[in-house]
């Protein structure tokens, strides 16, 4: 793929360009959406997105440090050996996390929502669609770039990858599953439902809890095909699936707090 891009006559990272195109389409799906249906005030829409932003970049930087450390303390028979510097290094050097962008944007809106009383759940319904969309058009900055690769096919299989050697992940010249694009393909569609959802649905918090169940129960599949071990294993299962396995927790609780929630107030 093309981890590079040539534009103005400089190399541009075609993963930050990605991400910055992510966000723009999250941005426009959003001000789509605040048109569908004029439930919330579109100054305080204006102001979650952003401090979802800044909570979700703040997130996906800081997760992957926490998860090595805790690999760290865990196996430390393995890193006993390992320098200080290379130690630093093993912490703090490696990609984004998805997961981690999604838990502190969450954080980082429901404070924001506490603070100035902005309703929570029907805000949630309308993030859902613009964050897949975003996660979607990312996920293809992870296939230009070659990070999130796939385990080894054999050549010449569906949806297989070869990387070049100025790969920034993926080892180069053998044919990979194209997970990245798989997982981006799913992330386009669970959108397009989303948006369905959330236009003609009338039951506060569906779209968000759709948006939650299907892609953990995605995400804790997909990640069997993954080939990369940088984003930490513990047991049999990755870092990611038990991420998973919370997320899917949470939304089935969430969808048990609003039916409650339905239930007293239509007594």
């Known amino acids: 793929m093309h981890p590079f891009v040539e534009l103005f006559g400089r190399e541009i990272p075609s993963y930050g360009l990605l991400l910055v195109a992510s966000a723009i389409a999250a941005w426009l799906l959003l001000i789509l959406l605040t048109r569908i249906k004029k439930t919330i005030d579109s100054g305080d829409v204006t102001y979650t997105f952003l401090i979802g932003l800044c909570g979700g970049i703040i997130g996906a930087a800081a997760l992957r440090p926490i998860t090595r450390t805790v690999e760290v303390v865990t196996e430390w028979n393995v890193y006993k050996t390992y320098s200080a510097e290379a130690l630093l290094h093993t912490i703090f050097t490696g990609e984004i996390v998805f ?102 649905t009338k039951r506060e918090g569906l779209c968000a809890t759709v948006y939650f169940t299907a892609y953990s129960i995605e995400r804790f599949i997909i990640e069997f095909f993954r080939g990369d071990l940088i984003r930490g294993v513990f047991g049999s299962l990755s870092t990611s699936q038990y991420l998973s396995i919370a997320l899917f927790v949470f939304a089935f609780v969430y969808y048990l707090y609003l039916k409650r929630r339905r239930t007293v107030k239509n007594a």
Request: charged share 10%; proline share 9%; with cysteine.
């Open 99 to 200: 997961y981690g962008g999604l838990i502190g944007g969450m954080i980082g809106i429901l404070l924001f929502c506490k603070k100035f009383k902005i309703a929570v759940i029907p805000l949630f319904d309308l993030l859902a669609p613009p964050f897949a969309l975003a996660h979607a058009i990312g996920r293809l900055g992870c296939l230009c770039a070659g990070c999130c690769y796939g385990v080894e096919v054999p050549r010449g299989s569906l949806l297989s990858i070869i990387y070049p050697s100025v790969s920034l992940g993926a080892p180069p010249g053998i044919p990979l599953l194209a997970v990245p694009l798989i997982e981006s393909i799913f992330l386009f569609a669970l959108a397009a439902v989303l948006v369905i959802v959330y236009k003609y």
